[in-house]
């Protein structure tokens, strides 16, 4: 009667045993191994064991140089890397490595949060990510929901009213209005009152009319609610009514970055937010005053889509523009 040769016990293989291989494959070290999967070393010993004792085979021999591959471990090393990347990507866990990954990632944002968190994201990137490449898309385009929904924006930041389930978000900055004219603008050295500003004209940024389907400072496309004003019109114009007075707004643009030019040659005025008007007066001959009355506090936030919620690509990129939000900003004053 012919002995029948026993083969690999595949039954007693599970994923974390394989983990643990390709672990010991790539560190050498069984210290390192367990630092890297945060398990002791006795833990990846004992895994180790099971995986020789399930594939009949010692696969990694102690050395003077560390843990040294057999040919069976060699030749099952490749093709065990892919089959483990493959589970990685259908269960979205793939590794992201921010030092060596090359990508390009899209995000959806207007020239005022370009302007104020773009050097620094820039400048962080090319520090601790320096093959990932950005392109950031006008966030005022009107199927910006659409094209959040198609995959072609990973992330759109700005000022969202409503938020449907499908998508998530998490706030990269609050902030108030704040008001900007030129250095030598007859209000600069004056207590302001509401009244003050009726005496001048105001310019403004739009970022969408009613001809876009604006209501009440917001667009709203596909469930998404976002903001068509660079500022709260509403605000204003509660505080002026109290008073008895009107706005008149002399020059409506579309562009934030416009305003500094257009303030330096008239005694116009204008109403930015915060962290560009701190923007404006430091690169700029913009004076920046506290409003004289009461500003609703908004929050920027950064907003993505429900499906990439655990890639951790996209929990990468969120922190990083999250962490640069947190950073302190100065009050107007």
């Known amino acids: 009667m012919t002995k029948k040769l026993s083969g690999p016990n595949l039954q007693r293989i599970d994923l974390n045993l394989l983990r643990v291989f390709e672990a010991v494959f790539e560190e050498r070290n069984l210290l390192r191994a367990g630092k890297r999967l945060h398990l002791s070393q006795s833990a990846i010993s004992h895994a180790l064991g099971r995986l020789r004792e399930s594939l009949q085979d010692e696969l990694f021999v102690r050395t003077s140089k560390g843990m040294e591959p057999t040919a ?7 093709p065990l890397r892919d089959a483990m990347q493959g589970i990685r990507q259908t269960l979205g866990v793939m590794p992201f490595d921010p030092q060596t990954e090359t990508r390009t990632f899209v995000l959806a944002a207007n020239d005022y949060v370009t302007a104020v968190l773009a050097p620094a994201l820039s400048h962080h990137l090319m520090a601790v990510a320096p093959s990932i490449d950005l392109v950031i898309r006008p966030s005022t385009r009107l199927d910006l929901a659409e094209q959040i929904d198609l995959g072609r924006i990973d992330l ?13 978000s998490a706030a990269v900055w609050s902030q108030q209005d704040a008001l900007v004219m030129r250095k030598g603008h007859p209000l600069r050295r004056k207590k302001l009152s509401v009244g003050d500003l009726v005496g001048f004209p105001m310019l403004i940024v739009s970022l969408g009319g009613q001809e876009e389907g604006a209501v009440s400072g917001y667009i709203l496309e ?6 068509s004003e660079m500022f709260d019109r ?19 643009v579309p562009h934030s970055l416009a305003v500094p030019d257009l303030l330096a040659a008239s005694d116009m005025v204008s109403i930015v937010p915060e962290p560009l ?7 700029a001959e913009v004076a920046v005053i506290p409003l004289p009355y009461t500003a609703p506090v908004a929050t920027l936030r950064a907003l993505w889509h429900r499906r990439h919620e655990h890639d951790p690509a996209h929990i990468w990129l969120r922190r990083q523009i999250l ?3 947190s950073r302190p900003r100065s009050s107007p004053g």
Request: overall charge positive.
């Open 156 to 168: 759109a930041i700005g000022i969202f009213s409503d938020v449907p389930s499908r998508f998530q």
């Open 222 to 227: 596909h469930g998404l609610a976002r903001q």
């Open 277 to 283: 008007a701190r923007a404006f007066s430091a690169r």
């Open 234 to 252: 509403q605000a204003l114009e509660d505080a002026l009514r109290a008073v008895g007075r009107k706005p008149r707004y002399r020059m409506t």
């Open 323 to 325: 962490d640069l939000g």
């Open 72 to 78: 069976r471990a060699l030749a099952i090393a490749a």
